[in-house]
């Protein structure tokens, strides 16, 4: 009896500490914008995305339109265009391709303000297939795994994108049910709240799902905003989550986000019955 009793105190006390938690957001400065940007070494426009701080959970951002955005490096300078119109979105020719070993500068200008960021491109390393299994209750299949979560000399961000519109069965269905884009970080840090996060929705695909896999490269300070940002995100809510906290940036003062410059690794594979 005393040995049941020491099993139900600990399920109780973790139980105890479930309560329900109101959010209270500070309204922002109007002029404090967010920047969302990945400069790459793969074929295609590369895109700065800029909009306004929201002040509620769910809200959409607003897009900050009529900036004029260049990115620079050591002997190039390209002038980005906002494209379509009111977007906030601003993308390069597609002619840009991003070099390892580049040294990259951002620069916005808007309503007579000046924002700067810089990222340096380390370069991409191949790497092995991510692993899957199959369900022999309904002959579907999930990822097993995908990287290391935790390697001090080996950063990265996966990418995964499965496709299984075109298999027998499926080609009527809702395309947001035929499609999933997964991310996955290698991090150069282990934190309690990543290895007891919260579960995070199981996939099922069918055999002949494509699976692109996306391999990005990350500098320390890349994979440090990273760290920051899933503290306060997907890794929030679990069993021993972190005192919330401004996620770093690497923007000049009335920025926040991330401009960052990621080498690509792709891998492709059919999922096989």
């Given at each position: 009896?005393k040995?049941?009793?020491?099993?139900?105190?600990?399920?109780?006390?973790?139980?105890?500490?479930?309560?329900?938690?109101d959010?209270?957001?500070?309204?922002?400065?109007?002029?404090?914008i967010?920047?969302?940007?990945?400069?790459?070494?793969?074929?295609?426009?590369?895109?700065?995305?800029?909009?306004?701080?929201?002040?509620?959970?769910?809200?959409?951002?607003?897009p900050?339109?009529?900036?004029?955005?260049?990115?620079?490096?050591?002997?190039?300078?390209?002038?980005?265009?906002?494209?379509?119109?009111?977007?906030?979105?601003?993308?390069?020719?597609?002619?840009?391709?991003?070099?390892?070993?580049?040294?990259?500068?951002?620069?916005?200008?808007?309503?007579?303000?000046?924002?700067?960021?810089?990222?340096?491109?380390?370069p991409?390393?191949?790497?092995?297939?991510?692993?899957?299994?199959?369900?022999?209750?309904?002959n579907?299949?999930?990822?097993?795994?995908?990287?290391?979560?935790?390697?001090?000399?080996?950063?990265?961000?996966?990418?995964?994108?499965?496709?299984?519109?075109?298999?027998?069965?499926?080609?009527?269905?809702?395309?947001?049910?035929?499609?999933?884009?997964?991310?996955?970080?290698?991090?150069?840090?282990?934190?309690?709240?990543?290895?007891?996060?919260?579960?995070?929705?199981?996939?099922?695909?069918?055999?002949?799902?494509?699976?692109?896999?996306?391999?990005?490269s990350?500098?320390?300070?890349?994979?440090?905003?990273?760290?920051?940002?899933?503290?306060?995100?997907n890794?929030?809510?679990?069993?021993?989550?972190?005192v919330?906290?401004?996620?770093?940036t690497?923007?000049?003062?009335?920025?926040?986000?991330?401009?960052?410059?990621?080498?690509?690794?792709?891998?492709?594979?059919?999922?096989?019955?």
């Open positions: 009896m040995k049941n009793i020491l099993y139900i105190i600990p399920i109780l006390l973790l139980l105890s500490c479930v309560k329900q938690t959010w209270t957001l500070q309204s922002q400065s109007t002029d404090l967010v920047v969302e940007g990945i400069i790459t070494d793969t074929m295609g426009s590369q895109r700065i995305i800029i909009t306004h701080p929201v002040s509620g959970l769910n809200e959409t951002p607003q900050v339109s009529g900036a004029n955005v260049i990115i620079t490096n050591e002997d190039s300078a390209y002038t980005l265009t906002e494209h379509p119109l009111n977007s906030g979105t601003y993308i390069t020719k597609s002619s840009f391709i991003g070099q390892t070993g580049k040294n990259y500068s951002l620069l916005i200008a808007i309503n007579n303000r000046l924002y700067t960021a810089k990222a340096y491109m380390v991409g390393i191949h790497f092995n297939a991510l692993t899957y299994s199959k369900d022999e209750g309904d579907l299949y999930h990822i097993d795994s995908v990287a290391k979560a935790f390697d001090t000399r080996d950063t990265a961000m996966w990418e995964v994108l499965l496709d299984w519109s075109h298999v027998p069965g499926y080609g009527n269905a809702d395309p947001s049910k035929t499609k999933a884009r997964l991310l996955y970080y290698t991090l150069p840090t282990l934190d309690v709240s990543q290895i007891f996060a919260p579960p995070v929705e199981d996939i099922r695909f069918p055999p002949g799902t494509i699976i692109v896999e996306r391999r990005y990350l500098t320390p300070e890349h994979a440090a905003f990273l760290r920051t940002l899933i503290l306060e995100t890794w929030q809510g679990g069993l021993f989550s972190t919330p906290a401004n996620v770093i690497n923007l000049s003062s009335g920025a926040v986000g991330f401009f960052a410059a990621c080498s690509i690794t792709t891998l492709s594979l059919t999922v096989l019955p």
